[in-house]
């Protein structure tokens, strides 16, 4: 990120020599060349402010070598030799792949982790996601997060939960450092800047990559040559999308947001545009250029309503891990960028994108530092290994969030004395893009009788905490009690009658398969026990539905209609449907499996089939009334409409609207029950 002046706060320390560097009124310097400026060389220290030093308030971080995650960070080659090491050694779970070079020469690296196919584990093609880090040099906080995402991905691809369903159905692509050049600049010289302390520049604060823009070589690593302390272009103002359109970026070589002479000019951006095509790029689903710093999302807003709220919405999960601390920077909608790659990703393809700005918030003072201008670049070694943590936990959600909603695949029901399967169901294959749901048992369910019902999911619905317990992943609502399940039917009597499936219900963590275990992932499947009560009328067979209400722990909400397989696509969810065939972003209840009741236990289904409640379409309205006499008519009409209106918005969620209720609807008694949730 460009943070060109902070607030300067001198607190408990004598204020260090601003230095005589000239700036016009967008802050740009125009004396760069000058010695009293680009020539003069700074110290950052802890506590000494005295001539041309910078007190930070805090030691100052130095690069440290060592193959694993240190109270502070890593040098360049640690951080490559750990991501080489962690490919050597996990040949099936990621490949490394050299997507370029830059202006220097050197391999810039990328790796996809996840298994060896390129398909999910039920044949679809497999969406991707990805990260880059370290395309501002200065910023080092972006490439120990993006390693912490990747040791995390790789230690977790055994654990039969999140881990192993990332590994198999989700491609992840990590740029660690792609400003390398940039990146080694800054760990040469951890300590020295140069120019002014409202800007200070080459060093510690390099931020852009080493282009010469005379000659087009790359520039030497002295701070003594002037000129090069001011030059580079800035590789997050050099995409396509908004290139030099607008204020965001310069045309002065000397400038902190120089683009470039053209679009893509820089090695390093090709390398960034290769990279994804790892993915394949028409598989992403997830950008996030990791920065630092001010604790903010920013993220372009294409003007494609549906893209926007699909990546508003996870974002706002993303934020939630984060406990709030963390903003959200919504562009202009269909603002054209300013050159980002998170541009690139938005505009060009419709991925959520976004530009994630680490932490700080402000500056060092957030430490107990000084808060001397530019400080917030400096995090403080005693606080990375808790900011890696939580910008992993942050991003393992938005993987799995974006790797698919949930999607029910089977439901078996037993009868509790004998253990006698009643009705078994499997969603299966059917050809390239369809799904058919294979019913392999169906006897009737008895007035009187206790079942259990066991049913399985496509992912892992719950989180587990280091006790085992489940509860909230951080930040979001699902837990043990979210979720139920109905048996829905109308009897033989005429009553409509809701059953509730849930009594002992328990997500299960140990393997086997119906009717005690898991199918593939811990927390895949629950089982649940259930009464048909003894007074429901089922003298013949009679048609009945059972109605699933769940949601993943991200928060996202069953695929009602499993047979048309959800995929995503410009932005949005494509077949994610409701109850009613809906498709859209939020899903519904599934009401695929219809079994039936009766009292003969011998008795063959019958021909009928039923629908859920929820599948209904709202009740037309009666007519408005006629106007009380002597009035103009327009209150009672205007009041109808207003009801209208409340129904059908509240009819996207699913829920009966307060109009509804108004309805006059046939006369049958109801016997209900209380849903049980889980």
């Known amino acids: 990120m460009m943070r060109l002046l902070l607030p300067f706060a001198a607190l408990a320390f004598a204020a260090p020599?601003?230095?005589?560097?000239?700036?016009?009124?967008?802050?740009?310097?125009?004396?760069?060349?000058?010695?009293?400026?680009?020539?003069?060389?700074?110290?950052?220290?802890?506590?000494?402010?005295?001539?041309?030093?910078?007190?930070?308030?805090?030691?100052?971080?130095?690069p440290v070598d060592s193959l694993t995650a240190v109270d502070g960070f890593r040098s360049y080659a640690s951080l490559l030799a750990r991501h080489q090491d962690l490919w050597l050694t996990n040949p099936d779970a990621l490949r490394g792949s050299i997507v370029g070079q830059t202006i220097g020469g050197r391999d810039i690296w990328a790796y996809r982790l996840g298994d060896s196919d390129s398909s999910t584990i039920d044949g679809r093609p497999e969406p991707a996601v990805m990260l880059n880090g370290a395309i501002h040099a200065r910023e080092w906080q972006s490439p120990e997060a993006a390693t912490e995402v990747f040791e995390q991905l790789i230690e977790l691809q055994d654990d039969v939960g999140l881990g192993r369903y990332l590994h198999e159905n989700l491609n992840v692509v990590i740029l660690p450092v792609l400003n390398v050049d940039g990146f080694l600049q800054t760990q040469m010289f951890p300590e020295t800047v140069t120019a002014d302390v409202q800007q200070p520049r080459d060093g510690r604060m390099r931020r852009k990559n080493l282009r010469n823009p005379v000659n087009g070589s790359a520039l030497d690593a002295s701070l003594a040559t002037v000129a090069d302390n001011f030059w580079g272009v800035d590789l997050n103002r050099n995409s396509a999308e908004g290139f030099a359109q607008n204020a965001g970026s310069s045309s002065s070589v000397t400038s902190l947001v120089y683009h470039g002479a053209a679009p893509a000019s820089e090695p390093e951006i090709l390398a960034l545009q290769a990279a994804a095509a790892l993915g394949p790029v028409n598989r992403m689903r997830l950008y996030g250029d990791l920065h630092s710093f001010s604790q903010i999302f920013f993220t372009p807003q294409t003007g494609d309503?549906?893209?926007?709220?699909?990546?508003?919405?996870?974002?706002?999960?993303?934020?939630?891990?984060?406990?709030?601390?963390?903003?959200?920077?919504?562009?202009?909608?269909?603002?054209?960028?300013?050159?980002?790659?998170?541009?690139?990703?938005?505009?060009?393809?419709?991925?959520?994108?976004?530009?994630?700005?680490?932490?700080p918030l402000d500056s060092g003072a957030q430490y107990g530092g000084t808060g001397v201008s530019h400080s917030g670049f400096i995090l403080p070694d005693s606080e990375v290994a808790r900011m890696r943590d939580e910008i992993a936990r942050t991003y393992l959600l938005g993987f799995y969030r974006q790797a698919g909603p949930p999607r029910v695949v089977a439901i078996e029901i037993r009868e509790t004395e004998s253990n006698t399967v009643s009705y078994r169901a499997d969603w299966v294959a059917d050809g390239?893009?369809?799904?058919?749901?294979?019913?392999?048992?169906?006897?009737?369910?008895?007035?009187?009788?206790?079942?259990?019902?066991?049913?399985?999911?496509?992912?892992?619905?719950?989180?587990?905490?280091?006790?085992?317990?489940?509860?909230?992943?951080?930040?979001?609502?699902?837990?043990?009690?979210?979720?139920?399940?109905?048996?829905?039917?109308?009897?033989?009597?005429?009553?409509?009658?809701?059953?509730?499936?849930?009594?002992?219900?328990?997500?299960?963590?140990?393997?086997?398969?119906?009717?005690?275990?898991?199918?593939?992932?811990?927390?895949?499947?629950l089982s649940a026990a259930f009464t048909i009560p003894a007074g429901v009328a089922a003298a013949t067979p009679t048609a009945a539905v059972l109605a699933i209400d769940n949601r993943d722990f991200a928060g996202l909400r069953l695929d009602a209609d499993t047979s048309t397989p959800v995929d995503f696509a410009g932005g949005r969810w494509t077949a994610y449907e409701n109850a009613r065939g809906t498709a859209g972003d939020e899903g519904g209840e599934d009401c695929s499996a219809k079994p039936f009741i009766a009292e003969d236990p011998n008795a063959t289904p019958p021909a009928g089939t039923v629908t859920c409640s929820a599948a209904e379409a709202p009740a037309p309205p009666p007519p408005p009334p006629p106007p009380p006499s002597g009035s103009g008519g327009g209150g009672g009409a205007i009041g109808w409409l207003f009801c209208l209106l409340l129904a059908a918005w509240r009819s996207r969620f699913d829920r009966v609207s307060h109009c509804e209720r108004l309805v006059t609807r046939p006369a049958t008694r109801r016997l209900s029950f209380a849903r049980r949730l889980w």
């Open 17 to 62: 020599a601003l230095g005589d560097c000239v700036f016009d009124a967008n802050f740009e310097i125009t004396n760069p060349f000058d010695a009293s400026c680009g020539g003069v060389i700074r110290t950052y220290t802890e506590d000494n402010n005295v001539g041309t030093n910078i007190a930070l308030g805090y030691p100052v971080p130095r």
């Open 305 to 359: 309503a549906r893209r926007d709220a699909v990546t508003g919405q996870l974002v706002a999960a993303l934020r939630a891990v984060l406990g709030g601390k963390y903003r959200f920077g919504p562009e202009l909608p269909g603002g054209g960028g300013i050159g980002t790659t998170a541009d690139y990703f938005a505009y060009r393809f419709g991925i959520p994108a976004w530009t994630h700005e680490l932490e």
């Open 432 to 525: 390239a893009d369809a799904r058919s749901l294979d019913v392999s048992a169906n006897s009737a369910l008895v007035p009187g009788g206790s079942y259990r019902l066991w049913l399985a999911f496509d992912k892992p619905m719950r989180f587990r905490d280091a006790n085992n317990l489940i509860v909230a992943y951080p930040g979001q609502q699902t837990d043990a009690s979210t979720g139920s399940a109905t048996l829905e039917l109308q009897d033989a009597g005429g009553t409509d009658v809701v059953i509730p499936v849930g009594n002992g219900d328990v997500w299960l963590d140990t393997p086997g398969g119906a009717p005690n275990g898991y199918l593939r992932y811990v927390d895949d499947a």
